[in-house]
């Protein structure tokens, strides 16, 4: 897959949705839409996110475009500078504490990596994986994780893929292991794993992708989460 253009990666970190003139007269973010999504391979959470955004009208972000933003970033001084420059201004004391406390994770890419999820956090969207559900700001952020028994998800990627049932249970274990340390990485915001999301749905038997929307959204509304863009 090509990289991004460099007009898209300025529009994923905010350039062009808001002038330099409303971002100093709100001084605030978007109430749009706003959902973390956290799942482990074969509970459908690729399409059921994408059913989510389409749904709310908001942008979908997943890890490989979220990366490659970071990688057009670090060639790109001046769009960095950019990220830097919007991220500051909406740091809650717990993504401050990321770059201040002498513990906590110093490297270049988790750093660049927090902010460009800030600046997409101003306007909207659903983010999949890269830890969004621990780093977008608490208050509006939806966190959702969605799972899956391990003979289901094996079906459900042999099936997808067109793989053999062994090659799926191979591909399920190494791809969750890997999620898995990506966010042991990353320090604690809240004090379980039970309250690090707003809802957990385990996806064995839900077969109606846009019904299982449906319900996330009316659980979002339970919460009075955004769930409609402002006008």
Excluded: W
């Amino acid at each position: 897959m090509s990289k991004p253009s460099l007009d898209l990666v300025k529009s994923i970190v905010g350039a062009g949705l808001f002038s330099e003139e409303q971002v100093k007269e709100s001084g605030e973010a978007t109430t749009a839409p706003l959902i973390a999504v956290s799942r482990t391979l074969g509970a459908n959470g690729t399409i059921i996110a994408q059913k989510l955004a389409e749904k709310l009208h908001v942008p979908y972000y997943d890890q490989g475009l979220i990366d490659r933003v970071l990688e057009e970033a670090d060639q790109d001084k001046l769009l960095m500078q950019r990220i830097d420059e919007r991220a500051t201004n909406f740091m809650d004391d717990f993504i401050y504490s990321i770059f201040s406390d002498k513990q906590s994770p110093k490297d270049a890419y988790f750093q660049a990596l927090v902010k460009v999820l800030i600046n997409i956090s101003r306007n909207g969207g659903v983010v999949v994986g890269r830890g969004s559900h621990m780093l977008l700001p608490e208050k509006r952020t939806f966190r959702l994780r969605l799972e899956c028994g391990r003979s289901h998800a094996i079906k459900r990627i042999a099936s997808r893929e067109g793989i053999s049932e062994s090659e799926a249970a191979k591909k399920i274990e190494t791809v969750n292991a890997q999620r898995a340390k990506f966010i042991a990485k990353m320090p604690r915001r809240f004090p379980s794993l039970e309250s690090e999301y707003d809802l957990v749905l385990h996806t064995d038997h839900f077969h109606d992708d846009d019904a299982t929307v449906e319900a996330i959204i009316c659980m979002m509304k339970a919460g009075n989460y955004a769930t409609s863009m402002p006008r």
